[in-house]
């Protein structure tokens, strides 16, 4: 069984920043794709960003520019530094990572942007 410990939510404000941290639980596995998802109050699941083992990233058009992911693979933990916040940002973030064929999930850490 994987498991993923996310950290580094809290409460910001707008214009400010904060990383996010996901470190999958260690073993005799190899972890594949990594992401971050979020989803606001009222609002489907949606992906922010996503980079595969090699380290090439893709983001959601909302947060081009703003959002760097990155991965270190020896400690099996993905980042996500998130630059000039915005209230719309504000969601609980999941990571997910896809390890033997089967996607895993965090439990979910908030972030708020207040104005």
């Known amino acids: 069984q994987v498991q993923l410990v996310e950290s580094g939510g809290g409460l910001v404000q707008a214009g400010g920043s904060l990383r996010l941290s996901c470190a999958a639980s260690?073993?005799?596995?190899?972890?594949?794709?990594m992401g971050w998802y979020r989803q606001a109050p009222g609002k489907q699941r949606e992906l922010v960003a996503t980079?595969?083992?090699?380290?090439?990233?893709n983001y959601a058009d909302s947060v081009k520019g703003r959002f760097t992911i990155s991965r270190d693979n020896a400690q099996n933990t993905v980042y996500l530094q998130m630059n000039n916040l915005k209230p719309e940002d504000t969601a609980v973030y999941y990571c997910n990572a896809w390890v033997r064929g089967s996607r895993y999930w965090g439990q979910g850490t908030q972030v708020t942007v207040s104005t």
């Open positions: 980079i595969t083992r090699g380290g090439s990233p």
């Open positions: 260690r073993g005799f596995f190899t972890v594949n794709d």
